[in-house]
């Protein structure tokens, strides 16, 4: 089965905490690619990064970072001092060289961030 | 550069009736898909063309529901007759092309009520 996973349904913090959002995937294939998209309270999907399945290291940008082990097919999503502007559902994808390689996503995690 | 456009935003109809939702893609994009989004199902992909042809309508939910792509810059999704269970944002999307490590843009959704 070819899956993704975010267990967290709803997290709030107070603003400049820290928050990680986790997800995990399922998949037997070697060649895959991970996505994160933010979705504001405006609706819009805005994309936030791609990773492929060949490359592990993690990315920093700014105060968003991501974490991409394969080990424990996992690529969490962490906010270093979050912001309001913060609040959002996120969602991690997957596109899989099978299937069609279509974009499978997970159900989301709504993220409040108080003030 | 304009992205994916979608028409109307906004859709309340009643049951029975033919509602039909439309999509422009970015310019060059070869893929176009289309998702639906509830609360209960998340984001579910309906179908998936590459260079106007479908290649995936497996989440296409019945009869009811049609998808076409008449040229490169155009895409409808048809639901005729209507339930309110079709009550759903509706979201497209396009890629450069139907590569896995392509990201897909989205439009800002058709919000549709069934009544």
């Known amino acids: 089965a070819q899956k993704v996973t975010q267990a967290q349904t709803e997290i709030s913090v107070v603003e400049k905490e820290d928050v990680t959002l986790d997800c995990v995937y399922e998949?037997?294939?070697?060649?895959?690619?991970l996505f994160w998209y933010k979705q504001p309270p405006s609706g819009e999907l805005v994309f936030l990064i791609r990773?492929?399945?060949?490359?592990?290291q993690n990315e920093i940008s700014g105060r968003y970072s991501w974490n991409f082990q394969k080990s424990t097919s996992s690529f969490n999503f962490t906010i270093t001092a979050s912001q309001v502007v913060d609040s959002a559902v996120y969602f991690c994808?997957?596109?899989?060289?099978?299937?069609?390689?279509?974009?499978?996503f997970g159900q989301g995690t709504r993220l409040t961030i108080n003030p | 550069d304009a992205g994916v456009i979608q028409s109307p935003r906004h859709e309340v109809t009643e049951m029975g009736q033919e509602v039909t939702l439309r999509c422009k893609p970015i310019?060059?994009?070869?893929?176009l898909f289309w998702y639906r989004q509830t609360m209960m199902r998340g984001l579910e992909l309906l179908i998936y063309?590459?260079?106007?042809?479908?290649?995936?309508d497996s989440g296409m939910p019945e009869d009811r529901f049609s998808a076409k792509m008449p040229n490169a810059s155009f895409s409808t999704l048809k639901i005729q007759p209507s339930e309110p269970r079709d009550s759903a944002v509706y979201f497209c999307?396009?890629?450069?092309?139907?590569?896995?490590?392509?990201?897909?843009?989205f439009g800002s959704g058709t919000q549709l009520s069934v009544l």
């Open positions: 999307a396009s890629s450069p092309g139907g590569r896995v490590v392509e990201k897909l843009f």
């Open positions: 998949t037997r294939d070697t060649t895959y690619y």
């Open positions: 990773r492929n399945s060949f490359d592990e």
């Open positions: 994808a997957a596109r899989f060289l099978q299937g069609a390689q279509k974009l499978v």
């Open positions: 310019s060059g994009h070869n893929s």
């Open positions: 063309f590459n260079n106007n042809v479908p290649i995936d």
